[in-house]
């Protein structure tokens, strides 16, 4: 394990996938994941982890958890937002496919994220949870593609809310071997 306060091997493919999966799970667990302290919620996140990690990864601390899915929750945010804004330039016709890749080229525009999306390898297990909409709702639900669900309706408009809701119900992760961890 490194000393305290120097960085640690970058997190692989696989450490952000599971990640993200045991996030979500103990995010959308209505007990753990709603009638806790912040604190509490990461304690849970990073049991999970440790216990679905390979034995040959690196240690991650809860404090690197936390800042690894910050990163990925930001650039989500951001890739969410120039999806709607590619929707809103184009009307019915444009592919989803190219309003994702017009989504991701806009996202290189932004200095912070010039070199490009880097998380297509967890996109599937997050793309749907409001938490990474950034309190919108948007008319289209992403699909397996990157892109969208090819049906949806141009009269709803997105809607802001005041603030980022935790739903229990969100996504169902079907692998037994994270539910067992969260058990």
């Not at 490194?2 to 997190?11: F, L, M």
């Not at 390979?54 to 404090?63: D, L």
């Not at 890739?79 to 989803?96: M, P, R, T, Y």
């Amino acid at each position: 394990m490194p000393k305290h306060g120097s960085r640690s091997v970058g997190y692989s493919k696989e450490e952000d996938k599971l990640l993200c999966q045991v996030y979500m799970k103990v995010y959308q667990n209505p007990i753990k994941g709603f009638y806790q302290t912040a604190d509490q919620f990461w304690d849970h996140v990073e049991e999970a982890f440790k216990n679905g990690k390979p034995k040959a990864s690196s240690e991650r601390s809860k404090k690197s958890l936390q800042c690894r899915f910050q990163t990925i929750e930001r650039a989500t945010k951001k890739l969410h937002a120039c999806i709607k804004q590619c929707e809103n330039k184009h009307s019915n016709g444009v592919s989803n496919v190219n309003i994702c890749n017009q989504a991701k080229e806009m996202l290189m525009e932004d200095p912070k994220y010039k070199s490009g999306w880097k998380f297509d390898h967890v996109w599937n297990i997050i793309k749907t949870s409001e938490k990474f909409e950034h309190g919108v709702t948007y008319s289209r639900k992403p699909s397996d593609s990157c892109g969208f669900e090819s049906t949806y309706s141009d009269s709803e408009n997105p809607t802001t809310n005041s603030e980022i809701q935790a739903s229990p119900s969100m996504i169902l992760l079907v692998d037994p071997y994270l539910n067992n961890l969260l058990e």
